[in-house]
T-cell receptor, first 112, second 111 residues
Framework: ETGVTQSPTHLIKTRGQQVTLRCSSQSGHNTVSWYQQALGQGPQFIFQYYREEENGRGNFPPRFSGLQFPNYSSELNVNALELDDSALYLC???????????FGPGTRLTVL | QQQVKQSPQSLIVQKGGISIINCAYENTAFDYFPWYQQFPGKGPALLIAIRPDVSEKKEGRFTISFNKSAKQFSLHIMDSQPGDSATYFCAGKFGNEKLTFGTGTRLTIIP
């Protein structure tokens, strides 16, 4: 059984650019949640996707958007990058909303 | 209203000692309280979780104590080992809603 994988591992962008982060959910999981973890902080919920539909969103601006594909993998897109977007971006998958979420290793995004 | 407050921010414990991390929550609707362990460069991994219908749950050296009336819960790590050195996060969740995390505790176990 393959766990949650994320790509890329690290990414460096400049302010104003756009970035796409990718997540492959664990086999059998149909729900993907994205979190932002700033240095020294706990993860903050960005949004969740269930069966290709957004199902819940945290306090993040519209320039944070996402997609879920028929195979339940997911993308996080961030437009007009700001310095404060520098963080570890975590993807977590689960089977439905009520079950345990399994986290991937994250993508470290640095915005210069 | 959705906050989870965690303390201490950092903790140093001698090998073999007991590590205790505390959390307090505000949302009385929370019905699931997990603890996550995170090593540098890794994502959080579920360590142990409790639901509010029990006051304690033990798994090996890890115990959650839950006080519903005080809206507090804590993680106890017995016989702490250097391999337990990591950052620990408590969290709360209601039904199908998001996980709300605490700010984390960096635990260091010294020989």
């Amino acid at each position: 059984e393959t766990g949650v994988t994320q790509s890329p591992t690290h990414l460096i962008k400049t302010r104003g650019q756009q970035v796409t982060l990718r997540c492959s959910s664990q086999s059998g999981h149909n729900t993907v949640s994205w979190y932002q973890q700033a240095l020294g902080q706990g993860p903050q919920f960005i949004f969740q996707y269930y069966r290709e539909e957004e199902n819940g969103r945290g306090n993040f601006p519209p320039r944070f958007s996402g997609l879920q594909f028929p195979n339940y993998s997911s993308e996080l897109n961030v437009n007009a990058l700001e310095l404060d977007d520098s963080a570890l971006y975590l993807c977590a998958s689960s089977f439905g909303f009520y079950n345990e979420q399994f986290f991937g290793p994250g993508t470290r995004l640095t915005v210069l | 209203q959705q906050q989870v407050k965690q303390s201490p921010q950092s903790l140093i414990v001698q090998k073999g000692g007991i590590s205790i991390i505390n959390c307090a929550y505000e949302n009385t609707a929370f019905d699931y309280f997990p603890w996550y362990q995170q090593f540098p460069g890794k994502g959080p991994a579920l360590l142990i979780a409790i639901r509010p219908d029990v006051s304690e749950k033990k798994e090996g050296r890890f115990t959650i104590s839950f006080n519903k009336s005080a809206k507090q819960f804590s993680l106890h790590i017995m016989d702490s080992q250097p391999g337990d050195s990591a950052t620990y996060f408590c969290a709360g969740k209601f039904g199908n809603e998001k996980l709300t995390f605490g700010t984390g505790t960096r635990l260091t176990i010294i020989p």
